[in-house]
């Protein structure tokens, strides 16, 4: 029965190796031709998130970290229907090469996953020339998307390296395994508050030396920052922002 079972695991991962090889096929042929202009931006963006969720659900089948991290890169650059500036495509093509040494097991998987991380392009302002990324890791986590955006987006321009998500849970994931310089995340979430967020980063040890800011509304004196360990600070929305930004950066030392 075990070996009956061994069997059937294996055939059904070389099963979906296949379906994620033919997935990454139609991913890169979208690239290329939406580069080239040659099919209708629409079809092209609702393809290109299509393949993009496809291969993540695989590398969380099948444990593929290294995956896991190229998509959470990639998928920016498509987000909420977003075509790629002209500069941003030679991004594109490097991102297809690693996913094609993934899926042929070219990359050791035992790469260091924070230098891995590190090493990938991240999306840069459209309208600067020359623009140099600082080697500053920030992970940006909110579950609004606009919030999200605008402040990815304030970030980048910074010259930050940006990884944005959505959820506490996923933020978690990427921060034990990468250690990026900064975590900023909304203090309002829909899966655990980022109160209750920076505290489970300050009690795991790959990340409690991180430096964590909360982005909020509220002032410190409101109830839900009771428990916000000493030493975290507060990043106000609205006009506050960016001066609390580079307040809190500034402290951290990071600028």
């Known amino acids: 029965m075990r070996n009956f079972d061994g069997l059937h695991l294996e055939t059904l991962r070389e099963d979906l190796e296949e379906d994620a090889k033919k997935t990454y096929g139609s991913l890169n042929r979208t690239i290329i031709n939406l580069e080239s202009g040659t099919v209708k931006t629409e079809f092209a963006l609702k393809s290109l998130n299509w393949s993009i969720e496809k291969l993540r659900l695989y590398a969380q089948a099948v444990e593929e970290t290294l995956l896991f991290l190229v998509l959470q890169r990639l998928e920016p650059y498509f987000d909420d229907n977003r075509v790629p500036h002209e500069n941003e495509f030679s991004d594109l093509a490097i991102f297809m090469d690693i996913i094609h040494g993934i899926l042929k097991d070219e990359i050791d998987r035992d790469t260091d996953e924070q230098e891995f991380l590190r090493s990938l392009p ?134």
């Open 122 to 255: 991240t999306r840069r302002p459209a309208d600067l020339e020359d623009f140099m990324h600082l080697e500053v890791e920030v992970l940006l986590v909110d579950p609004n998307k606009t919030t999200l955006r605008i402040v990815e987006n304030e970030l980048l321009n910074c010259g930050f390296r940006v990884t944005p998500v959505q959820t506490a849970y996923k933020a978690l994931r990427l921060a034990v395994c990468t250690r990026p310089d900064v975590i900023i995340a909304s203090s309002v979430q829909e899966d655990l508050g980022g109160v209750s967020l920076a505290c489970a980063l300050r009690a795991i040890p790959e990340t409690k030396q991180v430096p964590v800011g909360i982005l909020t509304s509220y002032a410190r004196s409101h109830r839900s920052f009771v428990d916000l360990p000493e030493g975290i600070p507060l990043i106000r929305k609205g006009k506050n922002f960016s001066n609390d930004l580079t307040e809190t950066l500034s402290n951290f030392e990071i600028i």
